[in-house]
């Protein structure tokens, strides 16, 4: 019997890039042949949460065009790239009969699903060696430890800290380097989204994130949102908008399956400064990506209480369970224009804008007194940029059960009047 050939591996998860990707760095500086692999885990697909999927047709066809792209930008390095469909711990066991498996290279996650795929990992490869990273943060955790003892309950109070001395990290950089330790040959599935059990979507040509997933076309907005339009320049103006796809950056969907660093936008937006100037606007998507940063050190702090009903604040969430004002809101049916439109958005393209998540998020919880876990399972299921972080704690905030001591509740009629004055959106997603 031959002895098996070691090698390592970079499991790709929520890190779907080449540029700034720190565990396809690390690994080639190794000198040991090394296989990258993504799995399609069969639960992400089947799966049911308070009634709703937890991935749906339109993040699924992103996420396969984010893969298709991946392996093409491996393809130019010569790495290869094995593509799965299955159980995390089922492809492993596979790997582990052909391969002796020395290190595995992947991104840190804390939260629950993730945790249970590495540890089906770590029982089919228990003497296997882990180097991980913390490339889905802009602030490094260690510059976190170092700055503050405990992760306020305050964004306001993190911020502050964190922005005295901030220091982002360079990117990693493996533009210039090729996998010279080729010959390893990797059988890769045909995954489709027939064979993950949707039908391709049809495009609503009122949509206002028309993109196509993957690093290529991440970097292509990035480049058309700063330097070819300027847009960045007036971001803080426009950013509760509602149609059209310039009123932000729309970089949440790549960010969300990491196919665009944060750091990366950082470092280009502090180019975009240098060359067209400073102002509240550039400031304010640095402070946007703070945002997303401390819900990452909140899930980190404290892990699944993000999921429970009474959330990290631990007060009582008194709801109703009253399946037809749930159905009414999921359809766009509700009693308010405001939330409907922004409703039948999110429904027909898989997108919704920040301030009408915000509107149709307080009107569940605070108007129509439903679980908001249920609210939060339904943007899982359709949101392209979900994100279990944002999604989490931003619902949790919404529902008075997070970092938000005014419990808040959002008007949407005075908001549709703010944000909607001609009703332009209300009948671009009402129009009989």
Known sequence: MSEKQKINIVRFTKDLRTRDSESLYNAMQEGQPFVAVYIFDDRDFSSLEFGSLKTGRYRAKFLLETINDLKENLKKKNIPFLIKKGKTGDVFSELAERFDIVKIFCQQEWTKEETDRENEIRNVLPS??????????????????????????????????????????????????????????????????????????????????????????????????????????????????????????????????????AVSVYHEIKKYEQEFGSNESTYWLVFELLWRDFFRYISMEYKDLIFRKNGISNKPYISENDEKLIRQWKEGTTDSDFINANMLELKNTGWMSNRGRQNVASYFCKILKQDWRIGAAYFEELLIDYDVHSNYGNWMYLAGVGNDNRDRVFNPEKQAEMYDPHQEFIQLWLQK
């Open 128 to 261: 296997a060696e882990w180097e991980k990273s913390y490339s889905q943060f802009l602030i490094h955790p260690l510059f976190v430890s170092k700055t503050m003892d405990k992760v306020p309950m305050l964004f306001t109070a993190f911020r502050q800290k964190i922005e005295k001395n901030l220091l982002i990290r360079p990117e990693f950089t493996s533009e210039n380097l090729v996998y010279d330790k080729s010959g390893i040959e990797v059988r890769c599935d045909n995954v489709t989204l027939g064979l993950l059990g949707y039908e391709e979507p049809e495009t609503d040509l009122k949509t206002a994130f028309p993109f196509r997933g993957g690093e290529s076309e991440a970097l292509k907005r990035m480049e058309s949102y700063f330097s070819e339009t300027r847009h960045l320049s007036n971001y803080k103006e426009t950013r509760n908008g509602l149609i059209g796809t310039d009123y932000s950056s729309k970089f949440s969907a790549w960010l969300a399956d990491g196919s665009l660093s």
